[in-house]
């Protein structure tokens, strides 16, 4: 097995340790909406929050194109 493989097959094992995380809490989630008696309930981020996933997920939704970069694809494609 060379080192690309290992590294491979432990990134994979993270992954799938991840998700395994992401499943109980919304198992636990799961169980305290059906039994709490607040009116608003916590979200599932502040309810467990996991940051492997949930900091993941926020720098993802930043990523926006400027009015600049808008304006310069839109005129690259003859878009006015």
């Known amino acids: 097995m060379t080192w690309k493989d290992f590294s491979i097959i432990v990134m994979g094992k993270e992954k799938q340790e991840l ?3 992401a499943r ?3 198992l636990a ?3 305290y909406l059906s039994n709490t008696t607040e009116k608003s309930p916590k979200s599932i981020k502040s309810f467990w929050h996991i940051p492997a996933i949930d900091d993941l997920e926020i720098e993802e939704e930043k990523v926006m194109l400027t ?3 808008l304006a310069r694809t839109l005129k690259l494609y003859g878009v006015n």
């Open 67 to 69: 009015t600049d970069q």
């Open 24 to 26: 109980t809490r919304n």
């Open 19 to 21: 998700n395994e995380w």
């Open 29 to 31: 989630y799961i169980v």
